[in-house]
């Protein structure tokens, strides 16, 4: 009896750590944090921006179309529509532009040097989603994954607030 009940729980508990939520990036492991991991690094993204483009833009500094910052990680990406609504936005169709640069500089509203981890280049395929997003509170919750020609993945993920850019 004792071995059908061990058996049972270990089944059980398999069965609970085999599940899978569509809502997570399944190789994203900043532990809760807001930002997205290249290589087994973590960067930290707190700010979030969308532009009058509909760019929207992950940041580990509070930026501004004036300022000069030395070292910057960002994450950008351009999607296809005059709005941001809740679906998965897929590289090479209605994503049309994907960044991710880590210890860049922000010069008045453009990423400079710094290390391209993500670009049109670099990106085989991924995806960035909204799972929420509520324009009248400006909060969204997003993920992201993309897989680069070299095979290594870049995933990240924002959950918070955001802040209306004019850059």
């Known amino acids: 009896m004792k071995s059908q009940l061990h058996l049972l729980l270990g089944l059980c508990f398999a069965i609970c750590i085999s599940c899978s939520d569509d809502d997570t990036v399944p190789n994203n492991s900043l532990a809760g944090e807001n930002g997205f991991q290249f290589n087994n690094v973590a960067y930290i993204t707190d700010n979030v921006y969308i532009t009058q483009n509909n760019d929207i833009i992950l940041s580990s500094r509070q930026v501004s179309e004036d300022l000069f910052i030395e070292t910057i990680d960002i994450a950008s990406f351009s999607v296809s529509g005059n709005t941001l609504i809740e679906k998965s936005y897929n590289f090479g169709e209605d994503l049309t ?71």
């Open 97 to 167: 532009r994907c960044l991710a640069v880590a210890n860049g500089q922000w010069n008045k509203g453009n990423v400079e040097e710094g290390q391209n981890i993500l670009n049109e280049d670099t990106a085989l395929s991924g995806f960035m989603r909204i799972l929420d997003i509520d324009p009248p509170r400006k909060e969204i919750e997003i993920i992201f994954e993309f897989q680069r020609t070299d095979g290594k993945l870049v995933a990240g993920s924002y959950v918070g607030t955001y802040q209306i850019a004019d850059f």
